[in-house]
């Protein structure tokens, strides 16, 4: 079956642009996660989603990201005035949501800012 | 506040060697759960195993084996007879109380010579 897919998997931009991250979970995940993840570290918790709501979004560094989920399925990740220090590979979970379950994860998508 | 620590950063085995990768985790929840990925070089993390604070039976899956202590607040796993394509980096992970999303360490980069 279909695992997580995330496009793209790289993504070029300058400072100051927008940017948008897709994810597409497994087919009925419920939960829906975005980590960030930077060279020689674990990933970072940035927002969970349960179904088309966020019920967490305490790791999101700042009000230039923001994420949607609006039919529960895909999710796009947002990030406006994209700064250097924004780079990293960005990886998105899906699990089923009952109990703590394992979290599936995609590829990522490296963004770079230059 | 959740933390784990995996105080290997890199570890560099002959192949057929048993290694052991270790990690230490901290919550004051009483409900948690643990988690071990690989990250191999293409970069996608797999999920090995799933582990909830009332089960300190320890688990075997062929190579592999996680052992699990609650007085000493690790989770350490060891891969027996290693062979090249374990070369990974492997994380430990923690979900506990009632966050869902995963607080990873920083990863043990594991080499595995011929």
């Known amino acids: 079956g279909a695992g997580v897919s995330q496009t793209p998997s790289n993504k070029v931009t300058e400072k100051g642009k927008y940017v948008e991250l897709r994810c597409d979970p497994i087919?009925?995940?419920?939960?829906l996660y975005w980590y960030r993840q930077s060279l020689g570290q674990g990933p970072e918790f940035l927002i969970y989603?349960?179904?088309?709501?966020?019920?967490?979004d305490s790791g999101l560094p700042n009000d230039r990201f923001f994420a949607v989920r609006p039919e529960g399925s895909v999710s796009t990740l947002k990030i406006q005035r994209t700064e250097r220090g924004d780079s990293a590979v960005y990886l998105c979970?899906?699990?089923?949501?009952?109990?703590?379950?394992?979290?599936?994860f995609g590829p990522g998508t490296r963004l770079t800012v230059l | 506040a959740q933390k784990v620590t995996q105080a290997q950063t890199e570890i560099s085995v002959v192949e057929k060697e048993d290694v052991t990768l270790d990690c230490v985790y901290e919550?004051?929840?009483?409900?948690?759960?643990l988690f071990w990925y690989k990250q191999p070089p293409s970069g996608e993390l797999v999920f090995l195993i799933r582990?909830?604070?009332?089960?300190?039976q320890n688990e075997i899956s062929g190579r592999y084996s996680w052992n699990f202590q609650k007085s000493t607040s690790s989770f350490n796993f060891t891969i027996t007879a290693s062979q090249v394509v374990d070369s990974a980096v492997y994380f430990c992970?923690?979900?506990?109380?009632?966050?869902?999303?995963?607080?990873f360490g920083s990863g043990t980069q594991l080499t595995v010579l011929p």
């Open positions: 582990r909830n604070s009332f089960d300190e």
């Open positions: 989603f349960q179904g088309t709501g966020a019920a967490d």
């Open positions: 087919s009925g995940h419920t939960a």
């Open positions: 979970a899906s699990s089923l949501d009952r109990g703590r379950n394992e979290q599936f």
């Open positions: 992970a923690l979900s506990s109380g009632s966050a869902r999303q995963l607080t």
């Open positions: 919550t004051r929840d009483t409900t948690y759960y």
